[in-house]
Structure formats: C-alpha cells, structure tokens
C-alpha cells in the first residue's frame, strides 16, 4: 500500500514539474490564445449553434438542444479568460472577453429574434427549467470547468468532452435569456441570466484552481486573481441557495399534495394529479394544481385541500385547482 502511495505520489510531482516549465506555460498561453480570437469560425458555430439550440429550446427537445451543445464555441475563449487571469496576460484577457462578450450578445439577439418570429405564447419545460438556477447548477459549473481545464493539461483527455460539458452551461441559458425578452418576461430573463452568470463565474475559478493544482501557475502569483474570482462567485451563493431552498420546499409541496389527493380523506381520491406550479413571489404563495376530476369540484373541497397543505407545510398557502372534467362514452350511452 505504502509502495502503491508512493508511486502515485511522484507521478503527481512529475505531472507538475513538467508543468511548471517556462517552455510548457509557453506552450499553453500560445494555444489558449488562439482559442480566444474573435474570427469568422468562431462567429460561424456561434450563429449555427445559438440556432439548433433556440429552436430545441422552442420545440422543448432535448436531444436538439444536446446537438447545439456539442458545437457551442463559447467554452474556447473561458479557458483563456482564466489562464490570463492568472498570468497578467492584459491582452490575451480582453482578446477573450471580446470573443466571449460578442458571442453571447449575438446568440441573445438572434434567439430574440427567432423567438419574435414563432411567437409562442406558452413556453415548455427545457426552457422554463433554465429560469430558476439553484446550487446544483453551481456544482455543475464547476465541475465542467475543472474538466475542461484538466484537458488542457492532460493531452489524453479528450477536448471535445471537455468542451460538451461546457457547453452543456452556457449556450442555452443564453438562448433562453433572449427567448424570454422575446416574451417580455423579465423573471425568465432575469433567472436565464443568473444562472449563465453563474456558469460563467463557476467554470472560469474551476479552470483557474486546476491551473494552479496542476503546476502551470503557482499559488502565490495566482492568490489575487483566484481571490477576485472566488468572491464574485460568493455573491452569486445567497440567491442561488435561496432558489435550491425553494426547490427543496417545492418537491415536499408536490408530495403533500399528492398525499391529499390520495390518503387525505375519500373527498380527495376521485382527483388526479395532472401537474403543479407555485407562484412564490406572490404571498402567500399562490399553487396552481391541474387536476383530473370525474366529478365537479366545490369551492367547500378546495379550502379542505388548502388547509390540509397548509396543516402539512406548517406555512399559509392559497389553491387554485385546475379541474379537467372526465367525461366516460360507452357504445350504450345515449346521444345528446
């Protein structure tokens, strides 16, 4: 054990001493750098990309949305954004941030725009999903980031995953930024852009931390760029756990209502749950509950309903059920 320990140890300290190498940090700056650049391919994927991912987002596929995320360019200038960071690279840092503040510009406005012309009233779940960022997508920003970084360093990882992974946070928050303008919705745009700002700031400290673990930038050169990251990523914690909370106390909402649907008295079992929504800006919050019903629900049902959630929640709440009456037809039922 203690021999197996050891090996892996100096493995370690060979993989960053190789690293540590003018020549190699060299190596590493130039390819990052010509990642970073501005040029027709990279407005070329942004354009193509941006449009599968709008239109997967508007369809609600996820499996178009997926195709958008494997040629989505904008992980290319992030991880330059990072490593300049970290080296005091002035001009490779605005190179990147160009290449990454015009691309998401583009991509919001051509997302508008297409969201203009289908003018959908009511939009699915895969864009609606993007409005409410929680830890999670915190957590999975950062994992992405420390992938992508670690590609770099690691020749045997593949690029493309590490790519996929990012663009999987990026391009269709994005769209769906722009989509929610086209709707004049504020609170789908707002949420789109916490959770891209989110991603961003979690995938750029993720890639900055790697650099730093793997030998490229020493701790003490790097101590200030990665402080300024990790504190802009901070602020982005108090909403984001705000919205997990809620998150947590939606899934115990659903199950409470399930249960009055179910065992809460035989009032309740002739209703199925269909799907729910909870307004929690307003207060109380307002849950909208789309049932099933086979008889006709009474306003007398509904507070019964209300207080039993209320009761179960230890909170005050208002109900709305949304009843779709079931209608039975047999060939023996006689015509109207």
């Not at 004049?184 to 745009?189: D, E, G």
């Amino acid at each position: 054990m203690k021999e197996l320990l050891a090996h892996w140890l100096h493995r370690v300290q060979t993989f960053r001493y190789h690293r540590r190498t003018t020549e190699s940090l060299n190596q590493l700056i130039q390819m990052l750098y010509a990642e970073s650049h501005l040029n027709v391919p990279y407005v070329v994927l942004i354009v193509t990309s941006c449009a599968i991912a709008t239109f997967g987002l508007l369809s609600n596929s996820a499996a178009v949305i997926i195709g958008a995320m494997v040629i989505a360019p904008l992980m290319l200038p992030i991880r330059g954004l990072a490593l300049a960071a970290l080296v005091g690279e002035f001009k490779m840092f605005w190179q990147a941030a160009l290449a990454l503040i015009v691309g998401s510009l583009m991509a919001i406005g051509m997302s508008w725009t297409i969201g203009v012309m289908v003018g959908l009233e009511v939009y699915g779940s895969e864009i609606m999903a993007r409005s409410q960022p929680n830890l999670l997508d915190l957590g999975i920003a950062v994992a992405a980031g420390a992938v992508s970084a670690y590609a770099v360093a690691e020749p045997r990882v593949s690029n493309t995953l590490a790519g996929t992974a990012i663009a999987v946070a990026l391009m269709p928050p994005v769209c769906t930024i722009g989509l929610g303008m086209a709707q004049l919705n504020a609170r789908l745009s707002i949420g789109a852009t916490l959770l891209y700002l989110t991603n961003l700031l979690g995938i750029t400290l993720a890639c900055m931390v790697v650099f730093v673990i793997v030998g490229y930038i020493p701790l003490h050169q790097g101590r200030r760029p990665l402080t300024i990251a990790t504190v802009l990523t901070g602020l982005l914690v108090i909403p984001l756990a705000i919205s997990f909370t809620r998150l947590i106390e939606q899934a115990r909402l659903q199950n409470q209502v399930r249960k009055a649907l179910t065992r809460g008295t035989l009032t309740f079992q002739r209703l199925d749950l269909l799907g729910m929504e909870t307004d929690w800006v307003r207060n109380p919050p307002v849950v909208r509950v789309n049932v099933r019903a086979r008889e006709p629900v009474t306003s007398k049902q509904v507070a019964l309903m209300e207080e039993f959630i209320q009761q179960r929640m230890q909170r005050p709440f208002r109900l709305v059920l949304q009843v779709s009456n079931v209608e039975e037809v047999t060939s023996e039922t006689p015509l109207p």
